[in-house]
């Protein structure tokens, strides 16, 4: 495969242009078509074919779009065909009229032949009124007395069904102009993304029919993952699917193209250079330089108006962002991975957000009820399941629960170690109580040199389903954080742990409640601390 840049052409090519570009639109050009796309966080790669004949000399692009990095235009052909210099010249809207050319042309005009048919048929029906009216007028005076009945029962039939035929025309006509003002808009939109058009002209020698690929790079591009989890409550399968949202606004419509989208992105700082020595010296003080420096007035302040002149310039220069922005730092912490989707797909010039499909995997989870009575006595379900292989980049997550839309959270694989959680909700089958705190104080030690505070907590939770479910009931016990105070803690029945997600204070009670069954959970804790003491975190 031979390869060639523009970067190498400058000579040739850029700087050695034949002739203006403008006079070609006249001529042929090869036809052309966008094959693969490689999107990036920031951007795309975008690969187009182009097919030349046996004996060509040249290959001519018309119509491209403008906003393509010229410096990352790269051709490659297949063996046997030789490349040369490569011109391209970049023209305004104006002197390229036959590339402002919209596939809604052609639905704008059938709209409008429609449309004028109907307006023609409008002005016959008044021209036909307006007969009417004379010819009645006449008649009126002209026929005997006998006949004037039935002539004007004839004209006034005749009118009424004028009169209607117009009011249907007319909605007829309204409704075209509704069909017609959002694709008089839209093709407005596509003609003003692309201000310029850009012609490219290639030298080359082959004699046989070959098919040419040509890449660039363009900055307005981007994707963002998201996904869709979908829990079955009665067997903890969860099927997470992975979607993407892409955005293009490169003035090119990317149709029934190969689709590819990478994770990685470009970084400013792509190497390291070499650590600076490490140098050890003698400090050697100088009085006199430090009597200088401590005798010379200090640095005048800038001057104060700098900041908001600097502000103001960047307000003034400000725009609105052209294209969908996306959080690049979703990316952050994963692996580069590169998604290909099965099918071809089109993603037209302009487009905010086109979700896609990227695949599915089904895991088995454990469905939990979680109960954390202290924040609020409700439980709510939670899918616990081992860390799934791959690169998942943090982004929104769909959660749906036995089919049905519960709302949504973040998917952050990156942050969990061994076991991931997915939130679904809260569980009215799972009953909660909270019993009133108990508090009591008191004075203990020698000559009451210590102060006690006894707390006292109590829950009722009762699973109302008519299965069993996975119990969880998390407590936060105080945690002293001083030699001085001390802490006793009794709970009922014993907790599974008291040091969960290795947080120290964090009690765990997990049980499988049968259907039907209730369960009591008491916690008992006894803090005593100096007397004179000022403890913070006491309730």
């Not at 182009?50 to 001519?60: K, W």
């Not at 969908?324 to 912490?333: A, I, K, M, P, S």
Request: net charge neutral; proline share 7%.
């Amino acid at each position: 495969m031979t390869r060639i840049s523009p970067t190498g052409l400058t000579v040739l090519g850029l700087l050695g242009l034949l002739g203006p570009l403008a006079a070609t639109t006249a001529q042929a050009q090869t036809p052309s078509r966008i094959d693969d796309v490689l999107v990036y966080p920031g951007g795309a790669q975008v690969t187009r074919l182009a097919t030349v004949a046996a004996g060509a000399r040249e290959l001519v692009l018309h119509c491209l779009s403008a906003r393509f990095d010229p410096d990352s235009l790269q051709v490659s052909a297949p063996a046997g065909v030789n490349l040369g210099p490569v011109q391209l010249e970049t023209l305004p809207r104006e002197r390229a009229p036959d590339c402002g050319k919209s596939p809604l042309d052609d639905d704008i005009r059938k709209l409008e032949a429609r449309r004028d048919a109907v307006a023609a048929e409008l002005g016959a029906l008044d021209t036909g009124l307006g007969y009417l009216k004379a010819l009645g007028s006449g008649e009126a005076r002209a026929t005997p007395a006998a006949g004037i009945a039935a002539t004007a029962d004839s004209i006034r039939k005749t009118a009424q069904d004028t009169l209607a035929r117009q009011a249907q025309l007319r909605r007829q006509q309204e409704e075209m102009d509704k069909q017609l003002a959002p694709l008089q808009g839209e093709r407005e939109r596509v003609l003003n993304a692309n201000p310029q058009w850009r012609s490219l002209r290639l030298r080359l020698s082959t004699a046989r029919e070959a098919e040419l690929k040509l890449s660039y790079r363009i900055a307005q591009a981007g994707w963002a993952p998201s996904y869709r989890a979908l829990l079955d409550t009665a067997s903890g399968a969860l099927a997470l699917e992975r979607l993407a949202q892409v955005s293009q606004q490169s003035g090119e419509d990317w149709k029934d193209v190969k689709l590819r989208l990478s994770t990685a992105q470009a970084t400013p700082r792509v190497g390291v250079g070499l650590p600076r020595p490490w140098t050890l010296d003698l400090f050697k003080p100088q009085p006199q330089l430090e009597m200088r420096a401590m005798a010379s007035p200090p640095p005048a302040p800038a001057p104060a108006v700098m900041a908001p002149a600097l502000e103001r310039v960047a307000v003034a220069g400000s725009r609105p962002a052209e294209q969908e922005r996306f959080d690049l730092t979703v990316f952050q912490g994963s692996h580069a991975t590169e998604f290909v989707l099965p099918l071809r797909v089109t993603v037209d010039s302009g487009t905010q957000r086109a979700t896609l499909t990227l695949g599915s995997e089904t895991l088995q989870s454990k469905v939990i009820a979680r109960v954390q009575p202290q924040t609020e006595a409700t439980a709510y379900l939670v899918a616990d399941l081992a860390r799934p292989a791959g690169s998942w980049p943090r982004g929104t997550v769909q959660l749906l629960r036995d089919g049905t839309l519960v709302g949504s959270s973040t998917l952050n694989v990156a942050t969990s170690e061994d076991r991931l959680e997915l939130p679904f909700g809260r569980d009215d089958g799972v009953r909660v109580q909270v019993e009133p705190e108990q508090k009591n104080a008191g004075n203990t030690g020698f000559i009451g040199t210590r102060a006690e505070q006894r707390y006292t907590r109590a829950w009722v939770v009762e699973n109302r389903h008519a299965a069993p479910v996975t119990l969880q009931v998390v407590e936060a016990a105080p945690v002293a954080q001083h030699e001085d105070i001390k802490v006793q803690a009794q709970f009922s029945p014993a907790p599974t742990t008291q040091n969960w997600r290795k947080q120290p204070g964090l009690v765990l009670w997990e049980q499988l409640l049968a259907a039907g069954q209730s369960q009591r959970f008491t916690a008992e804790y006894l803090v005593s601390a100096p007397k004179e003491a000022n403890v913070s975190g006491l309730r």
